[in-house]
């Protein structure tokens, strides 16, 4: 009985690293695309049809954002994306009546933890907008904590930096080493 409870857990624990992963690998794959989208486009902006795509290398690639508030929509989208993957993954092990009792806790832990990096999430963008910044995008997990964000007239500064980390570190238990900030550029 025991050697299943810990397979049980072990697999509810590889779960959550391959979610936790994968929302890191997604992430940071937009982030690539939208910086290769906006480097080789090779229709003009006139040519283009609203929402046509294009086959590039062999795979199908949207639309590049052409605005800044259109890139961080696409940021959010795919944010909202992977995590609602990755909690459809959990509830599946929550409602599994072959899973065990520790299995659907550990579940629920997930579950809980990607609700709570939501709302904290949504709390530092809401204080970075504040600071006068015209948009962000905040993504948390547990290396860190990166800030997209949409730069003021004449790019971000270290007292930008200084601002928003100022913000993360006070809502967060997050180490100042480990906040990337990112000035988003379109174009």
């Given at each position: 009985?025991?050697?299943?409870?810990?397979?049980?857990i072990a697999a509810v624990v590889a779960l959550l690293v391959c979610t936790a992963v994968y929302l890191d690998w997604s992430y940071q794959k937009g982030l690539q695309a939208d910086r290769a989208v906006g480097?080789?486009?090779?229709?003009s902006?006139?040519?283009?049809?609203?929402?046509?795509?294009?086959?590039?290398?062999g795979t199908?690639?949207?639309?590049?954002?052409t605005s800044l508030s259109a890139y961080f929509a696409q940021l959010r989208l795919t944010r909202q994306?992977?995590?609602?993957?990755?909690?459809?993954?959990?509830?599946?092990?929550?409602n599994d009546e072959a899973a065990s009792k520790e299995a659907k806790e550990i579940a629920v832990s997930g579950i809980t933890m990607i609700a709570g990096n939501a709302v904290t999430e949504a709390r530092i963008e809401g204080l970075i907008l504040s600071k006068g910044y015209a948009d962000c995008a905040v993504f948390l997990n547990e290396e860190g904590i990166s800030i997209v964000v949409a730069p003021p007239e004449g790019g971000?500064?270290?007292?930008?930096a200084i601002r928003i980390k100022d913000i993360v570190v006070s809502e967060t238990d997050v180490s100042v080493n480990n906040i990337r900030i990112i000035e988003a550029r379109i174009g």
């Amino acid at each position: 009985m025991k050697i299943k409870k810990r397979t049980a857990i072990a697999a509810v624990v590889a779960l959550l690293v391959c979610t936790a992963v994968y929302l890191d690998w997604s992430y940071q794959k937009g982030l690539q695309a939208d910086r290769a989208v906006g480097e080789q486009q090779s229709i003009s902006d006139d040519d283009r049809v609203m929402g046509q795509l294009d086959l590039v290398n062999g795979t199908v690639k949207p639309e590049a954002p052409t605005s800044l508030s259109a890139y961080f929509a696409q940021l959010r989208l795919t944010r909202q994306k992977a995590r609602d993957e990755a909690i459809s993954m959990l509830e599946k092990t929550t409602n599994d009546e072959a899973a065990s009792k520790e299995a659907k806790e550990i579940a629920v832990s997930g579950i809980t933890m990607i609700a709570g990096n939501a709302v904290t999430e949504a709390r530092i963008e809401g204080l970075i907008l504040s600071k006068g910044y015209a948009d962000c995008a905040v993504f948390l997990n547990e290396e860190g904590i990166s800030i997209v964000v949409a730069p003021p007239e004449g790019g971000l500064k270290s007292e930008d930096a200084i601002r928003i980390k100022d913000i993360v570190v006070s809502e967060t238990d997050v180490s100042v080493n480990n906040i990337r900030i990112i000035e988003a550029r379109i174009g």
